[in-house]
């Protein structure tokens, strides 16, 4: 389920209460969300299965003993604490997506240092994502049962109102990059937790090609530090992000950001992609002059890529014309060429023999490549023109002259040798 932010974050609750007008994503007091619960079955060979259930709830900020402004559905209300996952949804006018999910401890039995805090806390974890991938904030809500169980599993009604506060929030505002070669990259991890001097663990890892390997580790506790590319002093601060050297095919893959704060871990997803845009040229100028039956190899390259996929096209149209351009058939294409810094290069030609009626057109290469927003054009325009008669006469008056130049210096040639000849008798 989505909603809207900014000047015009405006929404009706089915119930036809409340709305949230002209509100700033900071003051907002409720977001509609997706609760994605589950349940855990044993199937027909004792197997343990389990079923996702999408039901729509209600993510309400404000005080304890507050009612839910929506009856109808499940109320996640959120009670002030040091952390507020508002705080980090940045612009107006933006997309959002909720959703709720239940959160596992993995059988960790401890007391979260926090207001009212219990061995056995129920908690959910509540996702913000951004639709057009600006950030993702997972913000860790901790439920505290009236009676204190021994068990994290509770079951939730349709209309049940949870108290909840926020106790630990991880961000990210790179979700997904795309950056070209040998260039600077940080990846953007923050976090917050709601009390001071947490035991905590900060990790980035990298996972490509099926490998995952450790770039960087730092734990408060030993104060033990691995790897490089964080600060630490900044990670007290909450930030977490990493920089990144000079970039290159091995840069790329997916980057994990984790924090761990027992009994909580939370961790994002970061991928990284390189994208090299193609250098494009045409061996002839913006202009070709040929005159009729003659001939030239036209070619176009395309240089320094990244990814390896490309699509090069000719294609051809009267000059000045409204119609759609005419791809060209008779288009070859040289195998991809690796290069040394590890981009590609492909080259598309054809034969161009003009007739008269080719002359005017306008012939166009177009390179297609995902690191380019709009496809790279290079056009020439051909001029077709007929062989000059005067050219026949001058090269047929020249033959001609040059026969008659010998027919006459033939004869004199051989005169000459034969008086010389008699002179030697």
């Known amino acids: 389920m989505f909603i809207v932010f900014g000047g015009l974050f405006l929404a009706v609750l089915a119930s036809g209460v409340g709305r949230c007008g002209s509100q700033s994503v900071h003051d907002v007091q409720w977001l509609p969300c997706q609760f994605v619960d589950e349940s855990i079955n044993t199937n027909a060979e004792?197997?343990?299965?389990?079923?996702?259930?999408?039901?729509?709830?209600l993510l309400q900020f404000g005080v304890l003993g507050d009612r839910p402004i929506d009856q109808d559905v499940i109320?996640?209300?959120?009670?002030?604490?040091?952390?507020?996952?508002?705080?980090?949804?940045?612009?107006?006018?933006?997309?959002?997506?909720?959703?709720?999910?239940?959160?596992?401890?993995?059988?960790?039995?401890?007391?979260?240092?926090?207001?009212?805090?219990?061995?056995?806390?129920?908690?959910?974890?509540?996702?913000?994502?951004?639709?057009?991938?600006?950030?993702?904030?997972?913000?860790?809500?901790?439920?505290?049962?009236?009676q204190e169980g021994h068990h994290e599993w509770i079951q939730v009604a349709d209309r049940e109102l949870l108290t909840t506060s926020a106790a630990m929030v991880v961000v990210t505002r790179t979700p997904s990059v795309a950056v070209g070669l040998m260039m600077g990259q940080t990846l953007h991890c923050q976090f917050a937790?709601?009390?001071?001097?947490?035991?905590?663990?900060?990790?980035?890892?990298?996972?490509?090609?099926?490998?995952?390997t450790k770039i960087f580790s730092y734990s408060s506790r030993s104060g033990k530090?691995?790897?490089?590319?964080?600060?630490i002093k900044a990670i007290g601060a909450g930030n977490a992000s990493l920089k990144l050297p000079l970039t290159s095919q091995a840069s790329e893959g997916t980057y994990v950001c984790s924090v761990h704060v027992p009994p909580l871990y939370g961790s994002h997803d970061i991928t990284l992609n390189i994208h090299e845009p193609p250098r494009v040229s045409v061996n002839v100028g913006s202009s070709?002059?040929?005159?009729?039956?003659?001939?030239?190899?036209?070619?176009?390259?395309?240089?320094?890529?990244y990814p390896l996929d490309v699509n090069i096209e000719w294609v051809r149209e009267p000059s000045g014309s409204s119609f759609l351009p005419e791809v060209l058939k008779n288009v070859l294409y040289s195998s991809h060429r690796h290069n040394k810094d590890g981009t590609y290069s492909l080259s598309a030609f054809f034969l161009l023999q003009p007739v008269l009626e080719d002359s005017g057109y306008k012939y166009t290469c177009r390179v297609h490549h995902q690191a380019l927003r709009i496809p790279i054009r290079k056009s020439f325009t051909l001029t077709v023109s007929e062989q000059d008669s005067l050219w026949y006469v001058l090269v047929?008056?020249?033959?001609?002259?040059?026969?008659?130049?010998l027919l006459w210096l033939v004869p004199q040639y051989l005169r000459a040798k034969k008086q010389s000849a008699r002179k030697a008798f």
């Open 225 to 231: 530090t691995e790897g490089s590319g964080v600060s």
């Open 75 to 146: 109320t996640f209300l959120v009670v002030a604490s040091k952390v507020d996952m508002r705080r980090y949804v940045e612009g107006g006018g933006d997309t959002l997506q909720c959703e709720i999910r239940r959160y596992s401890t993995g059988g960790i039995v401890m007391r979260w240092p926090g207001l009212g805090a219990q061995e056995h806390d129920i908690w959910f974890t509540c996702t913000l994502t951004h639709t057009e991938g600006l950030f993702v904030i997972t913000t860790f809500l901790r439920h505290t049962p009236a």
């Open 46 to 57: 004792g197997h343990k299965e389990t079923t996702y259930h999408h039901r729509n709830a």
């Open 396 to 405: 047929f008056g020249f033959i001609i002259t040059m026969i008659g130049l």
């Open 288 to 305: 070709l002059a040929l005159t009729l039956g003659g001939e030239q190899k036209v070619v176009c390259d395309a240089e320094g890529y």
């Open 193 to 212: 937790v709601d009390h001071k001097q947490a035991s905590m663990t900060v990790e980035w890892r990298l996972q490509r090609r099926g490998e995952r």
